[in-house]
């Protein structure tokens, strides 16, 4: 399969934003986060515990989520892009370890493996994601309570 130039440069600045999303997410960088969403963007993080809505929504929770966390690492792999013109729908493997210390100071860690199934749009300002569903494989220990 022989690809375009475009079809090239699209793939490497989608591989950009999902870069970008995971190092916002992981060093809570929130202005950052917003450089990877359309403003509506429908988010789902359900299967993995979260919670789904119109992307400000998810980044309020967010916030306030993963400040609880002392480390996230997400990891993206294995990413399959089908383009289409200013369109494009992705699923990405992602890998992500997570720590929490209780109150005591006892650390948890858990690894949660999902899919994220996206829609993507190509905007002025580059590709955005118009539509994210976390798709949780597997679960690496449990998530603490509470």
């Known amino acids: 399969m022989s690809l375009s130039l475009q079809e090239l440069s699209d793939r490497v600045e989608i591989d950009d934003l999902l870069i970008r999303y995971a190092t916002a997410i992981d060093t809570q960088d929130w202005t950052l986060l917003d450089t990877c969403f359309l403003p509506d963007a429908d988010v789902d993080y359900v299967s993995s515990g979260g919670i789904a809505g119109k992307y400000p929504e998810i980044r309020?929770?967010?916030?306030?989520?993963?400040?609880?966390?002392?480390?996230?690492?997400?990891?993206?792999?294995?990413?399959?892009?089908?383009?289409?013109?200013?369109?494009?729908?992705?699923?990405?493997?992602?890998?992500n370890p997570m720590c929490i210390r209780d109150a005591e100071g006892k650390q948890t860690i858990f690894t949660v493996y999902a899919y994220y199934e996206d829609e993507l749009v190509r905007t002025p300002e580059g590709w955005r994601i118009a539509k994210r569903y976390e798709r949780q494989a597997l679960l690496d220990g449990s998530l603490p309570g509470g």
């Open 60 to 95: 309020s929770w967010l916030e306030k989520a993963l400040a609880l966390f002392t480390v996230t690492l997400h990891s993206l792999s294995n990413s399959e892009i089908e383009l289409d013109g200013d369109r494009a729908r992705g699923r990405t493997l992602v890998t």
